[in-house]
Structures are given as structure tokens and as C-alpha cells.
């Protein structure tokens, strides 16, 4: 019972809407490539930064996971479950970044 008092339950599921309806923070149109290639050479820090620049916090949430997620990914790469990790968290990281730049050009 202790440990849930710690725990934002409304912080936690309004974060998992933001996932499940692909939502993502707004940036100015010409940051939205460079989100992408940053997302595409470094997973999750194009998201951090989109999220730090848009008006979405859960957006730089999104980001702190898909950068550690790849960080334990490439650490522990010789079993084959935490490869598995880097491989899904690079393509969560890219698609996210080509939703960013999306968004950015409407």
C-alpha cells in the first residue's frame, strides 16, 4: 500500500491514451525533419526534444522510454529478449519521429 501512494495513477493512464492515439507535441514545421533524423540516430531524444519544444508533456514521457528502452537494448544485446528491445524501441522511436514531422506540417 505504501508504494501505490507514490504512484500518479492519472499521470500513468492519461500517458497510455497518449500512446495508444499516437499523440504527439506540435512543433514548428522546420524542427519536424530534424526530430526525425534525430529520433532515426538516436531513439527517443527527437521525441524529447519535440516534447520540450511542443505544448504535450506526455511527449517527452514517450521519449525518456523509447531512449531507455534502447540504451538496455544495446547494454544487454547479447540476449536475444533485450536485443528484441532495441529493435522495437528504435521503430517506436522513428515512427514517433515521422509523426512529429507529420504534425509539424499541418
Known sequence: KFIFAFINFNFIMSLMDDIKS?????VPEDK?????????????????????????PNTVTVGIIQLVLFILGVVFSWTAILFFLYVVAWIWAVWWGVLIMNKSKT
Open 32 to 56: 519536424g525533419v530534424l526530430l526525425l533524423v534525430l529520433n532515426i540516430l538516436f531513439p527517443g531524444v527527437g521525441t524529447i526534444v519535440a516534447g520540450k519544444t511542443g505544448e504535450h
Open 22 to 26: 499516437q499523440t504527439v507535441a506540435k
